[in-house]
Structure formats: structure tokens, C-alpha cells
């Protein structure tokens, strides 16, 4: 009898009292085992992960952290049929076995539900916390034999629901584990290139004045290269970046380099106008506390000029780190550093944020240029910002500027600097020298 109940206590969570990972494991087994003998009509695995969940024990602490935990064991237990299981994986995630289903619309209706009981909120020794999920919804198939498969299928949906910001559901395709699969090893070759330092190359995308069309400066950014030499496509590896953490050493880097080069130009080419060089902060930069410190440190090495560097941050980074923000931005600014908001418009910053900020410069987004000349909408979006930058005594920079039409239509409406490919791509260091030589006007 002892032994039994020693046995019961190992299969179960020691925090929540809901069945762990083996003893779900067992079930779902069990839930193959009939499934395949023709016995049932299928089941459904729910992985929920819940979003933000370290946000509560940072601010709150690891008591309250796990009376919430216990709390949501309730909320996934009550709303469970008979024979359906609610399990404890560890951490932050849970699963949930559906029994004697097969269809989807019922899965995502049980996982709609829950999201709506998470928002709904839990009273935890007098805090009122709320939560949503990522939950990724995995259908048994006759080609199932492992019940470790269909969890880490589960597993793998609630990650690309993560991927979309969480709050969300995701039902499993085969696509899916190709996709984590291409994932591994892009961060495995993002960690050795880290760890070798020469993978990655800085580019530099021109800015243009757009009054005297001449070179203004230059973006700075990041590119990594295939052993063969080619470039991987930004977009397959900048997102895993921060993703992984890997963005705080390779954003140093880049930030010494960009630096580092402009202080060359400008020491090689003084009677042309290399202009600033602009450089993007990404929200894992915030959050490092010697932030202000490495930035120093960088302008003190290179012998740049601050006021020859601008910082990029966007909409997103600041909302999500208002209070530390304002304070570093406004010692940055104390520097002489120009500080500038990317991509304006497809964020959620107000007035009111706008005004906290010791912002210098607008950056409207390529989106709105780009449909300028075929979506008044658009151009009427383009405007009402120019016009607001005029207001709070800020500047205004255009991006995605493709084509001699939009240019002019930049100029009429006074913007007063433009990047896009109708004045270059991002460019190697070489090939941008060369453009400083020439001195171009457009």
C-alpha cells in the first residue's frame, strides 16, 4: 500500500497535484494503444505555455509565482470531461489530453475558452494577475508510435504561437518540424559565428538629404555570411537574434564597427561629407543595465564624435521599456547622441509617449512610403506624421523610397532625409567609400 502510494506521489507535480510529464506519457500511450486498435475515435494534445509568466516572479516574487501557478492548475483541471487529463510539464507549461476527439474546430474551441478564463484573471494573495498562452494543438494520427511524438508536436505548434506574440493558437502541420528543424541549425550557426567573430559583416545603407539631395550618412547593418561566402537573408536570422539573446554581443559589435569605420571616413575624407552614422538598438539592449556604459566606452575607443551617431529604437522597444527607457535616452541625448524613432506608424505609440521620449528624428516606416503613389491613404498617413514631427520640433526621415515619384512627392511634403534602394542597397565598406568619393546628388 505504501509502495503504491509512493508511486502515485512520483507521477504527480509536487506543486500543482496534476499528473506530470510520465504519467502523462502513460495515458497518452494508453490513448495511442486504443486509437490504434479502433477502440476510440481519436484524441487531441494541447501544449499551453503561458506568456509572460516570469514577469509575475521577477515582480512579485517566487511565492506569489507559484500560487498563480496553482491557480491556473485549477483553471485547466475545472473545465476537463471524464477520462481528459491535465498535466504539469514543468516551469510555465502544461498540457492537456482531450479524449475521444479528432476534430480540430472542438480543440481550438477548448483552447479559445481557456485563453478567455486566463484573461479573466485570478485573485493571488491580494494581486490580481492575468495571463494569456501560446497553445499549440496536436491531432493523433495512425502514424503516431511514440506518445513523446505527438507531445513534442504539441510542443513545436505552441512555439510558432509564441512566435506570433502569444495569446494565440497554432495547430500542428508536418511543415512545422522542418521549419524547428531549419531553425536549430540556423541558431547552431548563428552560436559558432558568434563564437569565431568573423561570420558577420556591417553594411551601410545610404541617407539622403533630401533639400540638397546629397549624402547625408548611412545605416548601419548587420549581415552574416554562408561559409560559401554568400549573405543569408536578413530576416532568417535577425529575429533569432533576439530570440536567443545573441543580438547583445553581435548589437556591440556592430555598434564598435559602424563607429569605428565612420571615424575613419571622416578622419580620411575630410572635405566629403560622410555624414552620421545611425546604428539600431534592439529591446535586449535596453534591458542590459550598462547600456550607457558600453556606448561610452565604444565613442571613447573609436574617437568618434557623439554627435556623429545616431541610435535606432523602435516603437516596440520603447513601449515595452518606457520607464528605463526614458531615463537612458535622455542621458544618451545628454551625450550629443541623436536619438531616432524606427518604423513610425505600425507601432502603438501615443502623444503622451511621444512627448517622454528625448527624441530628434521620425523614421516613417517603408510600408506607407512604398504605397505612396498608388494609396492616398497612405500619403495622407505620410503627411499627418511630417506634420506631427513639425510639431514636437523633431525631423523626419523616409524609408523604402524606391522610386523618382515618391522622392518628389518626399520633398513637396518637406521630409527632410530619405533611405531606400532608389539611392542604394545596403552596401559593403568598400563599395560605400566609393560613394563618399564620388560625392553623388540626387
Sequence with gaps: MLGSVVEEELLRDSLTGLPNRSLLLTRLGDSLDRARLGSAHGFAVLFVSLDRFRLIGDSLGAAVADEFLIAVARCLGSGLRTGDTAARLGGENFAILLEDTNDVAEAVRFAERLQGELAAGFNVDGHALFSSASVGIALSRPDYADPADILRDAETAAHNA????????????????????????????LRRAVARGDEFRVYYQPIVALPTGRLAGFEALVRMRRTDGTLVPPGEFIPLTEETGLIVSIGRWVLAEACRQMRDWHQRFPDRAA??????????????????????AVLAETGLEADSLKLEVTETVLMEHADAAAAVLTKLRALGIELLMDDFGTGYSS????????????????????????????????????????????????????????????RELGVDCGQGYFFGPPLDAETAERMIRSAPTW
Design 162 to 189: 509564441a512566435r506570433r506574440g502569444g495569446a494565440c493558437q497554432e495547430v500542428f502541420a508536418a511543415d512545422m518540424r522542418e521549419r524547428v528543424v531549419a531553425l536549430l541549425d540556423m541558431e547552431t550557426q
Design 275 to 296: 555624414g552620421k552614422i545611425s546604428v539600431n538598438l534592439a529591446g535586449r539592449q535596453f534591458a542590459q543595465p550598462d547600456l550607457l556604459e558600453q556606448i561610452r
Design 351 to 410: 502623444l503622451s509617449y511621444l512627448h517622454r521620449f528625448p527624441l530628434d528624428t521620425l523614421k516613417v516606416d517603408a510600408s506607407f512610403v512604398r504605397r505612396m503613389d498608388s494609396d492616398r491613404t497612405a500619403d495622407d498617413i505620410v503627411q499627418t506624421i511630417v506634420t506631427l514631427a513639425r510639431t514636437l520640433d523633431m525631423s523626419v526621415i523616409a524609408e523604402g523610397v524606391e522610386n523618382a515619384a515618391q522622392l518628389a512627392r518626399l
